[in-house]
């Protein structure tokens, strides 16, 4: 059985993790679609820690019947695995969109640079610059 | 016939000591190139010297990592409508004198690709230090058996290239370590890739981005992405793709 005790600490620490995404959320510090995540483990957390005869029965179906706590644990070690790696593949595609906007204005600020000064960047026959009688 | 425009690519980060020579040694050999150096976020005078010299300087706003900034060069050739690409490293490896050979098998229409290899003819005198020669027999095996071809310098970035390979380069070209990763790109993408024999020099100034502990970190990382890379499916074409 779950101690009376773990599982009010359990609701506690799962109602804190819920109140401060939502505080987050409201306060454009978080935005939605990366708080979902977040939220349902929250949720999950919550009623696994609520819901004490469901903790047990899971316990029981994994084997850890002595001390269904672990699945507190179990749980939220999981999501906290899927949410890093949710987390890295999103920068995974900031740093490929960084690139691609580094590559952007530097191509721009040198056709820009280009075409004011005639300097050494000028070059001949790119695509039809609109102010090309200026030169 | 007139001849085709040719821009030379040279990517170059903190190379002020080097890269006025490297622009000066291809628009003297070759009057005719035009030179687009690549300016990898440089904190010192590289981008200035260049634009000294002539060469029209693309800045990049922050340092990409040498595969940001060539594919950087490359969306340039492709912007600007350059029928053939060289790519040379800005701190002055690469002799422009070899330029006409890594062209001429794509003149000839043979290969899309040409690499300039320190290894391809045996005779070279170039003796990396036994850390880069291992990563670099290491790669050359790796992408030998992966494309079921001969490879035997995958680490150059000595290349010449037509428009199919400024196309694909452009929309498509690794970060770090490119040049073996491009590789298996280019024979994913079924286009012809050649060696040809090149000396190269020693570097003139500063030193190379690649330790010991760095090259290890570099042959994982690499080896995971060449594995990927040809497990991935390949996209439409490059050339149709684009604009």
């Known amino acids: 059985m779950t101690p009376i005790r773990v599982s009010i600490a359990a609701s506690i620490a799962s109602l804190l993790l819920l109140l401060v995404v939502l505080e987050l959320i409201r306060g454009r510090r978080l935005k939605e679609k990366y708080a979902l995540l977040w939220l349902v483990t929250g949720i999950v957390l919550l009623v696994l820690s609520a819901w004490r005869d469901g903790l047990n029965t899971i316990a029981g179906w994994l084997g850890v019947a002595t001390y269904p706590p672990a699945i507190l644990f179990a749980v939220a070690t999981l999501f906290v695995i899927v949410v890093l790696l949710y987390y890295s593949t999103v920068l995974s595609r900031l740093a490929d969109q960084n690139t691609i906007l580094a590559q952007r204005v530097a191509l721009l600020e040198q056709r820009l640079s280009a075409r004011s000064g005639g300097g050494p960047g000028e070059v001949d026959g790119g695509p039809p610059p609109a102010v090309s009688e200026t030169r | ?243």
């Open chain 2, 1 to 243: 016939m007139r001849a085709a425009r040719v821009i030379a690519v040279v990517p170059a980060h903190n190379e002020a000591g080097a890269i006025g020579g490297v622009v000066d040694g291809i628009r003297s050999l070759h009057p005719h190139f035009d030179v687009v150096v690549i300016d990898d976020g440089s904190t010192d005078d590289t981008a200035a010297v260049a634009a000294a010299r002539g060469a029209a300087v693309v800045s990049l706003p922050f340092n990409l990592g040498i595969g940001g900034a060539v594919q950087t060069g490359f969306k340039y050739a492709l912007e600007q409508d350059y029928e053939l690409a060289v790519r040379l490293d800005g701190d002055g490896q690469h002799d422009p004198a070899e330029l006409p050979r890594l062209l001429a098998p794509i003149e000839r229409g043979e290969a899309d690709i040409v690499t300039g290899s320190r290894f391809a003819s045996g005779d070279g005198d170039y003796r990396p230090p036994l850390a880069r020669r291992i990563g670099i027999s290491w790669f050359a095996g790796l992408v030998s058996l992966l494309t079921r071809r001969r490879v035997t310098d995958t680490t150059s970035g000595f290349q010449a290239m037509n428009r199919k390979g400024i196309a694909l380069f452009a929309d498509d070209y690794p970060n770090d370590y490119p040049e073996v990763e491009a590789t298996v790109l280019v024979f994913k993408h079924r286009l012809r890739l050649t060696e040809v024999p090149v000396q190269m020099r020693e570097r003139e100034h500063g030193q190379s981005s690649i330790t010991v502990v760095r090259s290890i970190y570099y042959m994982v990382k690499v080896t995971l992405a060449l594995l990927m890379a040809m497990m991935r499916k390949v996209a439409a074409p490059a050339e149709e793709s684009r604009r």
